[in-house]
């Protein structure tokens, strides 16, 4: 029961301030997610999940 009280007061049960958090990771910068789409519109992308622009199989081909 201690936990949950804890949690009820903001705090987890090792002291950190869930509220303190929150707010921290809202002013951390871009998610994961919003770095995969700038990366892909910076390199000419359309697909998030991929950066290069390397045609890999021509160069599975070549090699």
Known sequence: MENNQHI??????????IADVKR????SGLTYNEVKEVLAKKTGNSD???????DIKNVQKNS
């Open 48 to 54: 998030a999940g991929s950066y290069s622009q390397t």
């Open 8 to 17: 009820q007061d903001g705090f987890t049960a090792s002291g950190t301030n």
């Open 24 to 27: 921290n990771n809202e002013n």
